[in-house]
């Protein structure tokens, strides 16, 4: 067994089979362990033991109404949740999965109630990290997962941002590295009449729409700041404990204007941080909230986050950037 650090009494693993295959022991006793995905950490839980399911609310403070997602480690798992199977839902998941893409189907009846809330549907994804399917395989049953974090903070994108809140609340974190994604899997709604986009996440609304071949309704407007219908996320409150000012507007026009607020808040004794806009490329999300969080652990009286043209997934992380905002100033 490598070697294993234990804080708090939550142990954690270096990522190797051995400590997989504990952490799947773990599970399977019906404890939590946080695990790496491509887009940021989960707290996993056997999602058939109600029980467990019902200890994930405990460790996060999360509100009882909050349903949770299933994580599968192949396709065929899915049907072990849910009661039936779209032709669309097949479709996503081949071209998708593994993947960001949730999909909220009807619930098998088996499924204990804790896993979606009470509601008659279930959210089901397959990662796209080994460790992540790694560990869904050596528990043999699916996990269920939401962020690894306390309940209305930022989503963690690296081992020790979940061990700042969870140590001594898990059992376990299991270390993957950093997140490449960084932003939240994308939930989309396959239970009613029409496909519906729950949450906006990392795969964009175009590619949903490109394969399916059809318009997709959205519940939540990419950058406009309207709120969203899945369950749990209608009342958001900022995940930030730093007030955040977004400058937003045309780049040169908004550089200038953060320069400016940036001096002004620091000549009138102001701890301030700064938030550039993101150089872009796959890891834009993951480093630019890694570097929030990092501001916000800092003692800091304001974060000052210049916007930028959004562009695939850059349009979920303005959104989020948005909705955490106490001011939007337009340069
Ligand atoms: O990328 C992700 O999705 C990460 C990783 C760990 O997979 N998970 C995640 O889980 O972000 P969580 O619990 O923080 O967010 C799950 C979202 C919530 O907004 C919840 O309301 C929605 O999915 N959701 C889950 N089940 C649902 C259902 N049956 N119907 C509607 N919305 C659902
Ligand atoms: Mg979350």
Known sequence: MPKVLSINGTLLFPPARKTIVAAAGLIRRGGLVAFPTETVYGLGADATAGRAVARIFEAKGRPPGKPLIV???DPGQVRQVTASLPGEALELMHRFWPGPL????PRSAELPPE??????????RMPAHPVALGLIRAAGVPLAAPSANRSGRLSPTEARHVLEELAGRIEAVLDGGPCT??????????SGAR???LRSGAITRAQLEKALGTEIGCAVKGAGGALSVAPGLHCHRSFLRTPLILVTGPRKRRRALLGALTAGYRRRGFRVGVLPAPPGGRRLAGALFASLRRLDRGALDLILAEGFSPRGVGETVLHRLRQAAVRIIKA
Do not use: M, N, W
Request: glycine share 6%; hydrophobic share 60%.
């Open 71 to 73: 994580h599968v480690a």
């Open 102 to 105: 949730s999909l909220v189907l």
């Open 115 to 124: 896993v979606s809330a009470g509601l008659s549907t279930v959210a089901v």
């Open 181 to 190: 994604v960084g932003v939240e899997s994308t939930v989309l709604d396959l």
């Open 195 to 197: 496909p519906l986009i």
